[in-house]
C-alpha cells in the first residue's frame, strides 16, 4: 500500500499533466449529465455521445424527455447496450424528477439513489460533475488503479471508495475521479498496461510492471 508521501506524490504528478480534467460524456445541464451517466453503464462515452448528440438537442428537460416517450427515445439510443432497459429508466426517473423535485436535479446521493437506473457511482458522477462536490466514483479503471498501484486496495467498488476517501488528500478530492479513470483509460489499461509512458511508475506497486529499464 502506497505510503502518505507517495499519495502526495502521485496526484501532484498527475495534477501537473492534467490540470483540469473533464469527464468524457457530452451534456449541457445537470438533467443530461444524469440521463448520459445512466445510459453509460456497460457502455462507451463514445458510444453514448453518438447517440445523444441528437437526442440532447429536443429532449434536454424532463418534462421533454417524457413528451418524447419511451419509443421515442429507444430510437435515439437503440445503439447503446440495454438499451430498452434504459429507456424506461430515463422516462421513470424523468417522471420523478418533475412529480417529486420540481424537475430539478437533487443534489442529494441517498435521494439521487431513489432513482430508477441511479446507483452510488452514478451519483456520485452527478454530484462531482453537476456540482462540485468531492465524491469519487468507482468504476472498473479507478477499482483497476487503486487496487493495482498500491493507492486504496479494496475487495470490492465500495471499499475502494472509502478508502480512497480516507486516503486522497482533500486538495486533491474534487478531480481524483477524473485523474484516476483517464489514468486507467489510457494508461493504466486492462490488459497491458503502458507502464512506460506511466507518471507514477516508479511508486507504483504492480508486480507485473512493464517498464523498460
Known amino acids: 500500500m502506497l505510503k502518505r ?13 492534467n490540470p483540469t480534467p473533464k469527464g468524457e460524456l457530452d451534456y449541457v445541464n445537470p438533467y443530461t ?22 437526442l440532447f438537442k429536443i429532449a434536454d428537460t424532463p418534462e421533454k424527455m417524457v413528451k418524447l416517450g419511451e419509443a421515442g427515445l429507444k430510437a435515439h439510443i437503440k445503439t447503446i447496450g440495454l438499451f430498452n432497459t434504459k429507456a424506461r429508466n430515463v422516462i421513470r426517473l424523468s417522471e420523478m424528477l418533475i412529480a417529486e423535485h ?46 493495482r498501484t498500491g493507492l486504496a486496495p479494496g475487495k470490492d467498488v465500495l471499499a475502494v471508495e472509502l478508502a480512497l476517501e480516507k486516503r486522497v488528500p482533500e ?15 489510457y494508461v493504466c489499461k486492462a490488459r497491458k498496461p503502458d507502464c512506460a509512458r506511466c507518471a507514477v511508475a516508479d511508486i507504483c506497486q504492480f508486480k507485473g510492471k512493464t517498464l523498460v529499464q
Do not use: M, Y
Open 171 to 185: 486538495k486533491f478530492k474534487l478531480h481524483c475521479h477524473h485523474w484516476l479513470i483517464l489514468h486507467g483509460r
Open 33 to 54: 449529465l444524469l440521463v448520459a451517466v445512466v445510459l453509460s453503464a456497460q457502455a462507451t462515452d463514445a458510444g453514448v455521445n453518438k447517440a445523444t448528440a441528437k
Open 102 to 147: 420540481k424537475s430539478q436535479v437533487p443534489r442529494d446521493r441517498a435521494v439521487l439513489q431513489t432513482l430508477p437506473g441511479v446507483g452510488r457511482k452514478t451519483a456520485n458522477v452527478v454530484l462531482n460533475i453537476a456540482f462540485g462536490e468531492p465524491t469519487i466514483a468507482v468504476d472498473t479503471h479507478i477499482f483497476r488503479v487503486a487496487n
Open 5 to 17: 508521501d507517495q499519495i502526495e506524490t502521485f496526484f501532484t504528478r498527475l495534477r501537473q499533466a
